[in-house]
């Protein structure tokens, strides 16, 4: 639950399945920003921390957005090809040894669906939805949900994990395992991850997700690859339409915000019979969404 007091020294840290960002806030306001590459292991991961807040003074609180999902203080990889490491890892008794304050952990795509949400409720310029499903396309393929202003955080702490939830529309290169155990995930195709996989084995040489971007400005069999997964998001959002009827999907991550990527991703949903239909944007807070909402969460 959020706590209701202010926090003069607050640390938030978002943990991808790529890289760590922190940043050191005082009253509400970032003073100072941090990446670092995420680490492969729990000593790496904890030297990365060390690493991050070098310099920054204590802080009282310490709020944490990571990837996987959170389980009494525990954090677990739903794919555990994304941070082996996450099996159970102690996140919070870690955390709370290191900076001897309370540690507020969460999903990272759940604390980027409050941060977008609550964006979206403060600004004048647009009707703030009830009820929101947060898309992040990255490494992984993750998500958050807020129904009628509440963030739903789940039995688990899993609520959200849209990646895994499975299409019809399989990967280009017939790779529909997914290390989650089940087989046809969202997130075996349109993953940052996925995208480099299907174009490497189309091209024939390691492809990453940015460079399939360009090579598709030119090149068809590059933009297959991209538009198959748009239509897998496309047809994952009618499914969850179908489901939750929400007012608003919002779209986020390295590969969600990629050029064209919500464009394409809206012409496949305007396919789809008008009752799956609803509105796409684009995440408003870009890649800091999960440090944005995690901040709010734990300040609230
Ligand atoms: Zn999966």
């Known amino acids: 639950m959020p706590i209701n007091k202010p926090i003069d020294m607050l640390l938030a840290i978002d943990v991808g399945g790529t890289k760590i960002a922190a940043a050191w806030v005082s009253k509400g306001q970032i003073i100072e920003r941090r990446q670092q590459p995420m680490a492969t292991d729990p000593a790496g991961f904890l030297e990365a921390i060390n690493q991050l807040v070098l310099g ?5 609180r310490v709020a944490v957005a990571a990837t996987g999902y959170i389980d009494g203080g525990k954090v677990y990889s739903v794919n555990q090809h994304i941070i082996e490491f996450w099996d159970g890892f102690p996140l919070g008794r870690h955390l709370n040894t290191r900076f001897a304050c309370p540690v507020v952990l969460m999903n990272d795509g759940q604390a980027a669906a409050w941060g977008e949400y609550l964006i979206r409720k403060t600004s004048t310029s647009s009707i703030a939805p009830e009820s929101l499903l947060f898309i992040t396309l990255s490494t992984g393929v993750g998500g958050g949900l807020v129904l009628h202003q509440q963030l739903r955080i789940g039995r688990q702490g899993l609520a959200g994990h849209v990646g895994h939830t499975t299409i019809s529309r399989g990967p280009v290169d017939g790779d529909v395992q997914c290390g989650c155990g089940r087989c046809d ?6 993953s940052g991850t996925a995208l480099a996989r299907q174009a ?3 091209f024939g040489r390691r492809i990453d997700s940015k460079e399939l971007f360009t090579m598709a400005q030119t090149n068809p069999e590059a933009e297959a690859i991209i538009d198959n997964a748009a239509m ?6 009618s499914n969850f339409q179908m489901m939750l009827d929400v007012d608003e999907v919002v779209i986020g991550g390295s590969v969600g915000l990629a050029d064209g990527m919500l464009q394409r991703i809206r012409q496949a949903l305007a396919q789809a019979p008008s009752l799956a239909q609803v509105p796409v944007t684009a995440a408003l807070l870009g890649a800091d969404a999960g440090l944005a909402g995690i901040m709010q969460w734990s300040q609230d």
Request: proline share 10%.
């Open 185 to 190: 995930c969202l997130e075996k195709v349109a």
């Open 200 to 202: 490497s084995a189309v």
């Open 56 to 60: 920054w003074p204590a802080p009282e």
């Open 232 to 237: 897998a998001v496309a047809e994952a959002i």
